[in-house]
């Protein structure tokens, strides 16, 4: 493949010399879902899918940027001191982001740079397409430029740019998990602190499925940031009496005591979503670690219902996805990502899965009309240079 996207990035910018190489994985979370925008625990991995990057450097300002993945949109232009969000440059506002952030923290980025990316990762699918395109676009500035940074400072600047630059006002979890992905295990992270732990994740006779609903979602038009300013505004109102940084600071039985304080019903259920989120990860990979693959699965279960009857982010396809799933042999399963579309995550054991996708398949297109895609993932490494 990557010789492939050689050939297209010579053919697209007329270059053949000094072009560099770089991938960014997808995520997927396994439990902890809307916790990390309040203080919470996220139980992520990075995926073996993701975005390629082919880029050269200039010897002027100019940025190129060219996607496979949208070839009807040409090659979009832009240079080091026109670096504004712009509706017209799609998705290539992602990347533009972040050299504009990069630029804005001091780091030293004197010339321009063409580069070509490819995804295969389903895209509007909520596995984080925009992320690995951040932390891909993140390690080609640090290869490029030969900056002194790390990847955790990769991973804050690119959720800085996906806030101020893009608008989407997300928590640091999928750059987290894109940019530390480790091969074979997931990540246990405190968003709250950014503490990290890696947690082995080779599931024996055990495979992870992804299902993809196919119904496109936006993050900036959907409900996303309309959920952080309800958790927001509950832990105004726990503060009156609790001195707490975040949702994520209490026990459920602490949040029980207290909850009579949030006064507005829908809020309450969205804190309560957020409380209990976060005591159920931390629950979860305990289990994973003694091997309770069955509690885990129970524990992914109960996270649906909790993001569907408090946190009313799941909607008709990813249900359906799910019941199917938990009626035809998953060990576990949920909706994973910001929801109202997206994905949902399985455990399946290996010697069912091409019956699993199958049923779950023929249920959700009697259902909803339409197919759904799968894919069986495996655990991979984080952004790097290849």
Same mark, same amino acid.
């Given at each position: 493949?990557?010789?492939?996207?050689?050939?297209?990035?010579?053919?697209?910018?007329?270059?053949?010399?000094g072009?560099y190489?770089?991938?960014?994985?997808?995520?997927v979370?396994?439990?902890?879902e809307?916790?990390?925008y309040n203080?919470g625990?996220v139980?992520p991995?990075a995926?073996?899918?993701?975005?390629y990057?082919?880029?050269?450097k200039?010897?002027?300002?100019?940025?190129?940027?060219?996607?496979?993945?949208?070839?009807?949109?040409?090659?979009?232009e832009?240079?080091?001191?026109?670096l504004i969000? &712009? @509706?017209?440059? =799609?998705?290539?506002? #992602?990347?533009?982001?972040?050299?504009?952030?990069? %630029?804005?923290a001091?780091y030293? +980025? &004197? @010339?321009?740079? =063409?580069?070509?990316? #490819?995804?295969?990762?389903?895209?509007g699918?909520? %596995?984080?397409?925009?992320?690995? +395109?951040e932390l891909?676009?993140?390690v080609?500035?640090?290869?490029?430029?030969?900056?002194?940074?790390?990847?955790?400072?990769?991973?804050?600047?690119?959720?800085?740019?996906?806030?101020?630059?893009?608008?989407?006002?997300?928590?640091?979890?999928?750059q987290?998990?894109?940019?530390m992905?480790?091969?074979d295990?997931?990540?246990?992270?405190?968003?709250?602190?950014?503490?990290?732990?890696?947690?082995?994740?080779?599931?024996?006779?055990i495979?992870?499925?992804?299902?993809?609903?196919?119904?496109?979602r936006d993050?900036?038009v959907?409900?996303?940031?309309?959920?952080?300013?309800e958790?927001?505004?509950?832990l105004?109102?726990?503060k009156?009496?609790?001195?707490?940084?975040?949702?994520?600071?209490?026990?459920?039985?602490?949040?029980?005591?207290?909850?009579?304080?949030?006064?507005?019903?829908?809020?309450?259920?969205?804190?309560?979503h957020?409380?209990y989120e976060n005591?159920?990860?931390?629950k979860?990979v305990?289990?994973?670690?003694?091997?309770?693959?069955?509690?885990?699965?129970?524990?992914?279960?109960?996270?649906?219902?909790?993001?569907?009857d408090?946190?009313?982010?799941?909607?008709?396809e990813?249900?359906?996805l799910?019941?199917?799933a938990?009626?035809?042999?998953?060990?576990?399963?949920?909706?994973?990502?910001?929801?109202?579309?997206?994905?949902?995550?399985?455990?399946v054991?290996?010697?069912?899965i091409?019956a699993?996708?199958?049923?779950?398949?023929?249920?959700y297109?009697?259902?909803?009309g339409?197919?759904?895609?799968f894919y069986?993932a495996?655990?991979?490494?984080?952004?790097?240079?290849?």
């Amino acid at each position: 493949m990557i010789e492939t996207l050689k050939n297209y990035f010579i053919e697209t910018f007329q270059e053949k010399d000094g072009c560099y190489t770089f991938f960014a994985p997808g995520r997927v979370n396994l439990i902890g879902e809307h916790t990390d925008y309040n203080g919470g625990h996220v139980f992520p991995c990075a995926l073996s899918f993701g975005t390629y990057g082919i880029a050269r450097k200039r010897e002027d300002g100019r940025l190129r940027f060219f996607s496979k993945n949208f070839e009807a949109l040409g090659v979009i232009e832009t240079n080091l001191e026109d670096l504004i969000f &712009d @509706k017209k440059h =799609d998705w290539a506002n #992602y990347p533009k982001g972040i050299v504009k952030t990069f %630029l804005d923290a001091g780091y030293v +980025i &004197d @010339k321009g740079f =063409d580069v070509l990316f #490819y995804g295969n990762i389903p895209n509007g699918a909520g %596995l984080s397409s925009s992320a690995s +395109i951040e932390l891909a676009t993140g390690v080609l500035l640090k290869a490029l430029f030969n900056l002194d940074i790390d990847m955790i400072e990769i991973v804050k600047l690119s959720q800085r740019s996906e806030n101020e630059f893009n608008g989407v006002n997300c928590g640091i979890m999928d750059q987290f998990a894109c940019g530390m992905g480790k091969k074979d295990h997931a990540i246990l992270l405190d968003t709250n602190t950014l503490k990290y732990e890696y947690v082995p994740a080779k599931l024996e006779g055990i495979s992870i499925v992804i299902a993809n609903t196919n119904k496109r979602r936006d993050l900036t038009v959907s409900k996303y940031n309309e959920r952080r300013s309800e958790c927001e505004s509950a832990l105004a109102a726990l503060k009156k009496e609790l001195n707490i940084s975040s949702l994520g600071d209490l026990t459920e039985e602490i949040f029980e005591q207290y909850v009579h304080l949030i006064e507005n019903e829908v809020q309450k259920k969205r804190a309560r979503h957020a409380v209990y989120e976060n005591q159920r990860t931390i629950k979860a990979v305990k289990a994973l670690t003694a091997g309770d693959i069955r509690l885990f699965g129970k524990l992914m279960n109960d996270s649906h219902r909790s993001l569907r009857d408090d946190y009313e982010v799941t909607g008709t396809e990813l249900d359906t996805l799910v019941y199917a799933a938990w009626e035809n042999g998953a060990i576990g399963s949920r909706m994973t990502g910001a929801g109202f579309g997206g994905c949902t995550v399985s455990l399946v054991y290996n010697d069912k899965i091409d019956a699993f996708i199958k049923a779950v398949g023929k249920a959700y297109e009697d259902r909803i009309g339409y197919k759904a895609d799968f894919y069986v993932a495996s655990i991979d490494d984080g952004a790097r240079q290849i």
